[in-house]
């Protein structure tokens, strides 16, 4: 079975453009999340989606990130306009039930910013 | 949130050594999972582990819930198991706190 797939693997870009990441979830899974990875904070949940619908976005750093869940094998992270403190790894998970089945990651966007 | 403690921070190992990774949680869990990252920056979801015991091949796990904390045992350690592991946990809802992580060495 195919993992979570996440596009693309790296991305560099100058700070003020726009930044897409996407992500494609393990098939039948309900519970989509999307994380961010920086040394000095480690792992920070950015968004939760349930069935397609955003729960939680209390991790999204600012108004300039924006995620969607238009159906269940797609969600997109965008970030507009991109600065270099956003630089960092993001990942996508999902799961099948959110809070007691395990979650499985992407292999994750490395994004530098300019 | 619940915190986490992971321990030891670092550990280097020669190849076919047996090692002990500890998690300790400051509050009830019912969620408690182990994940590896592996020198690509890939995270491998490693078990599933509220309670109980695990075994997977070479590894292994044991959650204590009760007494608020979990063990990684990694036998016969190949370089291949180099990276650094990290426990998560959570308690009802989906919201997972992940420890500072156990960077593990394997020296061949």
């Known amino acids: 079975d195919a993992g979570v797939i996440q596009s693309p693997r790296h991305e560099v870009t100058e700070m003020g453009q726009e930044v897409t990441l996407r992500c494609k979830p393990i098939?039948?899974?309900?519970?989509l999340f999307w994380y961010r990875q920086t040394m000095m904070r480690g792992l920070e949940l950015l968004i939760y989606?349930?069935?397609?619908?955003?729960?939680?976005d209390s991790g999204m750093p600012e108004d300039r990130f924006s995620a969607k869940m238009p159906n269940a094998s797609f969600s997109t992270l965008k970030i507009q306009p991109s600065e270099p403190r956003d630089s960092a790894v993001y990942f996508c998970?999902?799961?099948?039930?959110?809070?007691?089945?395990?979650?499985?990651f992407g292999d994750g966007t490395r994004l530098s910013i300019l | 949130g619940i915190q986490v403690e992971q321990s030891p921070p670092d550990l280097i190992l020669q190849e076919g050594a047996n090692s002990t990774l500890r998690c300790n949680f400051s509050d009830s869990v019912n969620n408690l999972q182990w994940f590896h990252q592996n020198p690509w920056g890939q995270l491998i979801n490693l078990f599933y582990?509220?309670?109980g015991t695990k075994q997977n091949g070479r590894l292994s796990a044991t959650t204590v819930a009760t007494e608020r904390y979990s063990l990684l045992y990694i036998s016969s350690s190949q370089t291949t198991d180099s990276g650094v592991y990290f426990c998560?946990?959570?308690?009802?809802?989906?919201?997972?706190?992940f420890g500072a992580g156990t960077t593990v060495t394997v020296r061949a």
């Open positions: 998970a999902s799961s099948f039930l959110a809070g007691d089945q395990p979650q499985h």
């Open positions: 989606f349930n069935n397609n619908v955003p729960i939680d």
């Open positions: 998560a946990v959570g308690f009802i809802d989906y919201k997972l706190s």
């Open positions: 098939s039948g899974h309900n519970s």
């Open positions: 582990i509220p309670s």
